[in-house]
């Protein structure tokens, strides 16, 4: 397994994951935070989705182990169109790496992938993206 870098260390650290945490990485890429959650996990599962299929095709073959142990599934997805499958339990943290819908870059996506995230999550589900040091919690919108 590849090294995590040290900027995606500090953003994996500082989330307050529990063993039996639900995560939902928006735009994953190859997967190397999504691995490194996982291998945080014992009954938790992480979610990591990305809009491109290549990113999605690399992240899977980079964690067959983390797959197979049921801590870890891909999809193929875009964050602002993204919504719960049936019987899908509902994700208590939600990150995102360099997702421009969510630091600013493209406000009128951000809304929508905000509502979103408020609809694929629990009450007490919090957000966190890398625009902080490492992080920056955002609200989630509650209705």
């Given at each position: 397994m590849r090294r995590l870098s040290p900027r995606l260390?500090?953003?994996?650290?500082?989330?307050?994951?529990?063993?039996?945490?639900?995560?939902?990485?928006?735009?994953?890429?190859?997967?190397?935070?999504?691995?490194?959650?996982?291998?945080?996990?014992?009954?938790?599962?992480i979610l990591?989705?990305?809009?491109?299929?290549?990113?999605?095709?690399?992240?899977?073959?980079?964690?067959v182990d983390e797959i197979a142990s049921g801590r870890m599934s891909v999809r193929q997805a875009a964050g602002e169109d993204f919504v719960l499958q049936p019987h899908e339990e509902p994700y208590d943290?939600?990150?995102?790496?360099?997702?421009?819908?969510?630091?600013?870059?493209?406000?009128?996506?951000?809304?929508?992938?905000?509502?979103?995230?408020a609809m694929a999550t629990t009450a007490d589900a919090r957000l966190f993206i890398d625009s902080g040091d490492p992080l920056r919690e955002l609200p989630i919108p509650r209705s």
């Open positions: 260390a500090a953003i994996v650290n500082a989330l307050p994951l529990q063993t039996h945490s639900r995560v939902l990485e928006i735009g994953c890429g190859p997967g190397a935070a999504a691995r490194a959650v996982a291998a945080r996990l014992t009954t938790g599962h990591a989705i990305d809009r491109s299929a290549s990113a999605i095709a690399q992240a899977e073959a980079a964690a943290i939600v990150f995102a790496v360099r997702v421009g819908a969510l630091d600013g870059r493209h406000p009128q996506a951000g809304q929508r992938m905000l509502q979103r995230i």
